[in-house]
């Protein structure tokens, strides 16, 4: 495991805020399906300023629940 890798996991660990593409590597799935689920308002999110960030535990919830309900 190259360093610069296993500082950035243990930053991802540290902090319960993701990015979009931080959260679709977690989520297993494309950015471009965050970003979609994030528009219509069916995946929580958290804007500071012109970024979203997404908690992880929110992330959890939502698959927990079932997910998406548009195909």
Do not use: N
């Not at 360093?3 to 679709?24: F, G, H, M, N, Q």
């Not at 997404?54 to 548009?70: Q, S």
């Amino acid at each position: 495991l190259h360093p610069d890798d296993l500082a950035k996991l243990i930053e991802a660990v540290r902090s319960p805020w993701l990015t979009a593409p931080e959260a679709a590597d977690y989520m297993r799935c494309p950015v471009s399906r965050i970003r979609k689920l994030t528009m219509t308002g069916e995946l929580p999110v958290h804007r500071d300023g012109r970024s979203t960030k997404y908690r992880r535990d929110e992330l959890d919830a939502f698959i927990y629940v079932g997910g998406a309900k548009t195909p």
